[in-house]
């Protein structure tokens, strides 16, 4: 009976341990290829589970790497094994990290969930030298290969390298500064790719193409001769004043590498480049002789005005079309105010800009206005100049562009005449008494209380009488108050603002399915479109340090002021970051816009 106990006792033990062997066999590990790299190189960190689950194993939990970047992976392999009967396999996943600075960093302990148990990895360090620290590859001559018999160099090193520059230090708001990528190298390159680009904040951005296959210059560097590549070109443009800063981008550069015997032996790999930081001081628009009337135009412009027709008949509609051109930021400039029109019907205006490129690095073009006026009245009109106040940069003067006035003969039109005379109240014609030989005949006197008061004795009369007359001083005070409302633009845009806006973010989010990184363009465009609008500011006035600073000047409240920062932040960020591209985030921000702006038109 003992025996027999023993035997079950045996036998329950071995179904434990190996029920328990799998969770004890499981392990979780951490390895990089190099314990030493270069600023310009890049580290494969390595989180390795072996054991029975390692195919159960979740993805692994990353610290926070305080002198790393993660900018690849994880990429995962599973490998599977069946030595003698026993099988073993294990899973893998392999990122790619880039180096801040230099230094001794620690790569802290990776969380690794594994059967609803955590593993915990050991912390590994890596020595961040200046340069790169790749090993050079050995040098070799292709007898019937590069021109003039040049020897492979290693594309370690100096070699190739990218270099950020701008063509100005200091800027004032609105003012272009043009950012160009160079990439220099020693050695051949058969492809490039922007591996990360942080967001520039503090700048509206405008992308300049380059030649997608780019001559070469050849330029002396440190007493080595490089190819010079243009790569990138931006045409960046301050908002406000202050020091901004451009942080460094990333480029995956495919370079070859090692010997050319027969062009069989050469090799390809790919090198991670980061360019310098770089540092502009924005300036304020001087203070000194500015203009009343100057809304933040900043360039190289000038300014014309037409009119379809010159002569044109009352009530006829005649087309004024504003132009400005030059080089400059047009989609920074406001619109065009017009002078006082009391003679004329002034309607909405279509707006177009052409933005194009010019030498290469200019940002340029022509904005254009469209207004439609309907004269009033028969006469001689006259349209006053049109002005516009730009600040010029590269002068350092505040300019005063105006129009040449616009003389416009209105006649009358056909049946104007009775259209005016229809103002002029009712006709008057004398009483004629007809058709007195026949009357009626009276078979009984008629009741005193019967009798009738004449018409003129009843207030009735009197009525009617003035009724046309208070209709047209009506019509004239209606029109005069409308041509009021139609002159002040101020007043016509605040009043359109909620509408127009809430119009455009519908737009944006219906196009955002598709393009959800455009939504946040034109999210940001339709709420900083309506604090424009609605209080009559110029979107330079928007600007991340102004817009409080404006929208507390207008009576706004601390907390409807923080939530626009906050939307109009959350669109800076969605433009630049992968994740907040998802169709749930783009929706909850249309509703925070939307609630926004009904509560800004409230208040």
């Not at 939990?61 to 994880?74: K, N």
């Not at 994740?579 to 038109?601: D, F, H, M, V």
Request: hydrophobic share 40%; proline share 7%.
């Amino acid at each position: 009976m003992n025996a027999c106990r023993f035997k079950y006792a045996v036998l329950a033990a071995s179904f434990m341990l190996a029920w328990a062997s799998p969770a004890q066999d499981v392990q979780v590990a951490a390895s990089v290829d190099a314990d030493e790299i270069g600023l310009q190189d890049r580290l494969q960190l390595t989180i390795t589970v072996s054991g029975p689950d390692s195919g159960d194993a979740e993805a692994p939990r990353l610290p926070g790497f305080a002198g790393f970047d993660v900018v690849g992976g994880p990429s995962v392999s599973t490998q599977f094994q069946w030595i003698n009967g026993r099988t073993s396999s294990s899973r893998s996943y392999t990122y790619i990290l880039a180096p801040k600075k230099t230094g001794t960093h620690m790569i802290d302990a990776v969380e690794v969930r594994v059967g609803g148990k955590v593993f915990r990895t050991e912390p590994v360090a890596v020595k961040v030298r200046a340069g790169s620290v790749r090993p050079s590859q050995p040098r070799s001559i292709d007898p019937f290969g590069d021109e003039g018999l040049i020897p492979r160099r290693s594309a370690s090193g100096n070699n190739v390298f990218v270099e950020a520059e701008i063509d100005r230090k200091r800027a004032y708001p609105g003012q272009q500064v043009t950012l160009t990528y160079h990439l220099y190298t020693r050695v051949g390159v058969t492809g490039l790719q922007l591996q990360e680009s942080p967001p520039l904040t503090g700048f509206w951005l405008e992308e300049i193409d380059v030649d997608k296959n780019p001559r070469p210059e050849r330029k002396i560097i440190g007493g080595n001769e490089y190819l010079d590549y243009v790569i990138k070109r931006q045409a960046l443009f301050p908002n406000a004043p202050g020091k901004l800063k451009i942080p460094a981008a990333t480029f995956a550069v495919s370079a070859r590498t090692g010997g050319e015997f027969f062009g069989i032996f050469t090799q390809s790999e790919t090198l991670y480049r980061k360019t310098n930081e770089l540092s502009i001081e924005v300036l304020p628009l001087p203070a000194e002789q500015r203009p009343a009337d100057f809304h933040g135009a900043v360039g190289s412009f000038n300014l014309t005005a037409s009119l379809d027709k010159n002569q044109v008949a009352a009530g006829e509609a005649v087309s004024l079309l504003i132009r400005i051109a030059g080089r400059g930021n047009l989609k920074m400039v406001p619109d065009v105010a017009l002078p006082q029109l009391l003679d004329f019907t002034i309607y909405s205006s279509k707006q177009a800009a052409n933005v194009r490129v010019f030498e290469g690095k200019w940002i340029g073009g022509d904005k254009t206005w469209e207004y439609v006026l309907v004269p009033k009245a028969p006469g001689e009109q006259v349209i006053p100049p049109i002005t516009l106040v730009h600040f010029d940069p590269e002068k350092n003067v505040y300019e005063t562009l105006r129009t040449a006035p616009m003389p416009v003969k209105v006649v009358r039109g056909t049946g104007a005449g009775g259209a005016l005379s229809g103002l002029s109240g009712i006709g008057k014609q004398p009483l004629t008494r007809q058709g007195t030989d026949i009357n009626f005949i009276k078979l009984t006197e008629p009741s005193l209380s019967a009798a009738r008061k004449p018409p003129y004795r009843s207030p009735w009369f009197y009525l009617l009488f003035a009724l046309p007359l208070g209709a047209n001083i009506a019509l004239l005070l209606y029109r005069r108050e409308r041509r009021r409302q139609l002159s002040d633009v101020g007043l016509a845009r605040s009043r359109r603002a909620r509408r127009t806006a809430l119009a455009r973010l519908r737009k944006a989010a219906k196009a955002g399915r598709e393009n959800p990184r455009g939504f946040y363009d034109d999210a940001a465009a339709s709420l900083s479109g309506y604090i424009a609008d609605k209080f009559n500011v110029p979107e330079i006035a928007l600007a991340s340090d102004q817009l409080e600073r404006t929208l507390t000047a207008r009576g706004i409240g601390p907390e409807l002021i923080r939530e626009a920062i906050a939307c109009l932040e959350e669109c800076d960020f969605g433009r630049f970051v992968t994740a907040s591209g998802s169709p749930e985030r783009a929706c909850q921000l249309t509703r925070r816009i939307s609630k926004l702006i009904n509560a800004l038109e409230e208040s």
